[in-house]
């Protein structure tokens, strides 16, 4: 599949940017395909579904904005050496997921920035570096008022002689009060491959609630083991494991024929571990 | 079926295993009692081919084939089927997707066609109602999020399916209530036939008035120092180790 086989069936929507607001078609998914310069601007407090590819090598910039009550729920799928930033920006009592999915030598930013109060931002990512690629994920949260909600959740696997990145920012400004952020990272490093992550916290506020982690690990041998005791070869434990791992953030597409096209390239990307 | 000869087995400079011998024959139930760290799980471990402990004596076949040289998977296909104490969780990988790879398998191993979506389907149900495991657990990833006696419903639903020869249950008991004890262990006596076996490790008697054993031995220290039947394990329930253990000091 795809995503000009979605378009042509009309599953999806191909859009170019700009305003979104109640005379704007959301029943279905709206589509950009390798942008230079994206500019969304999302007025309407219906669900809207935004899913951005990337098949070419380019330099690319995407802005969001998301008005009062808005919701957006953002896909990003990385197919090709790109370098991408991405800003949001969020009003008062918005709510925005993204999903992103580096499946290649990309080199992608998010910048979250929580404008008004009682916004929540949830990010959702994972990068699958193989062969000489280096693949990075950066995401800066910044709660800059009170009474925000962040979760960050961004996943690396590096292969081959690969290097995969994840370089993760919290800051919450001084008057940002009741601030609940939460930022944890996890890594698999398999052969000779490198997995460089640094998880920062800023905080300036006092009444805050940040937790993050990250860990690097290699493949879990006792879930090899456990998979091999039940006669599954080596070299399937090791492939469902990483399929299991990466998965575990590919399942929270929330955006439906999006999500069976991304399984696809995870799927095709992952052979090549 | 299995047979191991004076096995000695190590963990770094630690020896934990100093000269099992034990022969399991089809049909039969044996259970392993002993204190905590006389081997007993590592005895299990190595049996299905754990590399974090080295073999450094001693011989073991299973179905007439040397054992010790066979891979961890080469021993799941022949037939032989762990029961882990603590099963594993694996984010991201579903029930049905690990099982299909295991049982085709296992199938393969035996000469059999692989089984068809349905067919797989129809084995799934009909084996976790042995178990009264919830179906909806099948759909979900390995282990993840199941509760205690639901991982080891999951492990007795997984032996169901793989219709192992010989199984070997590490305190598949522990952690489980009375009604899920009565489950599992009904589950396991379900599967029990004429040409396989169970080798059941537990610290409790209770188990075995539902699983009764044909043989009961006595680890202790890496060495099995009594065998019996299944009267010795009532006797240990009522007057613990420590007569036995003085018996095999002097």
Redesign the interface.
């Known amino acids: 599949m795809t995503i000009f086989e979605l378009l042509e069936q009309g599953a999806v929507l191909p859009f170019a940017g700009g305003v979104i607001d109640s005379s704007t078609d959301v029943s279905r998914p709206l589509v950009v395909v390798n942008p230079t310069r994206l500019s969304v601007d999302v007025r309407t407090s219906e669900p809207v579904h935004l899913a951005v590819l990337y098949t070419e090598s380019r330099t690319s910039s995407v802005e969001i904005t998301l008005a009062e009550q808005a919701h957006v729920s953002l896909v990003e799928i990385y197919l090709a050496k790109t370098l991408s930033a991405v800003e949001i920006r969020q009003q008062r009592a918005s709510e925005c997921h993204i999903l992103s999915a580096v499946l290649c030598g990309a080199n992608t930013s998010y910048k979250i920035g929580l404008l008004g109060d009682h916004c929540a931002s949830e990010l959702d990512a994972v990068a699958v570096a193989t062969g000489d690629e280096h693949a990075t994920v950066a995401v800066e949260t910044r709660h800059e008022v009170a009474d925000c909600r962040s979760r960050s959740w961004v996943k690396c696997v590096a292969s081959g002689r690969s290097t995969g990145e994840f370089r993760g920012l919290v800051y919450v400004a001084p008057d940002a009060q009741r601030t609940d952020a939460e930022q944890q990272n996890r890594n698999i490093e398999l052969d000779g491959a490198r997995i460089v992550a640094t998880p920062q916290l800023e905080i300036y506020a006092d009444d805050v609630r940040c937790s993050h982690g990250s860990t690097v690990g290699y493949a879990?041998a006792?879930?090899i083991?456990?998979?091999?005791?039940?006669?599954?070869?080596?070299a399937?434990a090791r492939r469902?494991?990483i399929?299991?791992?990466?998965?575990?953030v590919v399942?929270r597409c929330r955006t439906a024929p999006i999500c069976a096209l991304l399984d696809e390239r995870v799927v095709e990307k992952l052979s090549e571990i | 079926m299995l047979v191991v000869k004076d096995l000695h087995a190590s963990v770094g400079d630690k020896e934990i295993l100093r000269g099992i011998s034990l022969e399991v024959k089809a049909g039969e139930v044996h259970a392993i009692m002993g204190p905590n760290g006389s081997g007993k799980s590592t005895l299990a471990s190595v049996l299905?081919?754990?590399?974090k402990f080295t073999v450094t004596s001693g011989e073991a076949t299973f179905m007439g084939e040397d054992l010790l040289s066979l891979?961890?998977?080469e021993?799941?296909?022949k037939g032989m089927?762990?029961g882990?104490q603590y099963?594993?969780?694996?984010?991201?990988?579903s029930m049905a997707?690990?099982?299909k790879?295991?049982v085709n398998?296992?199938r393969k191993?035996r000469g059999e066609e692989p089984l068809t979506a349905a067919e797989f389907l129809r084995l799934m149900r009909e084996k976790s109602a042995v178990v009264e495991l919830d179906s909806k657990l099948t759909s979900r990833?390995v282990n993840e999020g199941f509760s205690g006696g639901e991982k080891k419903k999951n492990e007795i639903f997984?032996m169901a399916m793989?219709d192992p020869t010989l199984a070997i249950l590490d305190e598949t008991d522990s952690g489980l209530d009375i009604d899920a004890l009565r489950i599992v262990a009904t589950g396991v006596t379900r599967l029990h036939r004429e040409d396989n076996a169970t080798v059941v490790i537990t610290h409790y008697q209770r188990l075995l008035d539902y699983i009764v054993p044909d043989f009961v031995h006595v680890l202790y220290k890496g060495r099995i120092i009594y065998s019996g039947d299944k009267s010795l394990a009532l006797r240990l329930e009522k007057e613990g180790y420590d007569w036995l253990i003085n018996d095999y000091k002097e």
């Open positions: 879990d006792e879930a083991f456990y998979m091999r005791q039940r006669g599954l070869s080596e399937d469902l494991q399929e299991g791992f990466v998965r575990d399942g | 299905a081919g754990s590399d891979s961890i998977e021993r799941a296909r089927f762990l882990f099963p594993v969780e694996i984010p991201g990988v997707n690990f099982m790879i295991a398998e296992r191993y990833a997984q793989l």
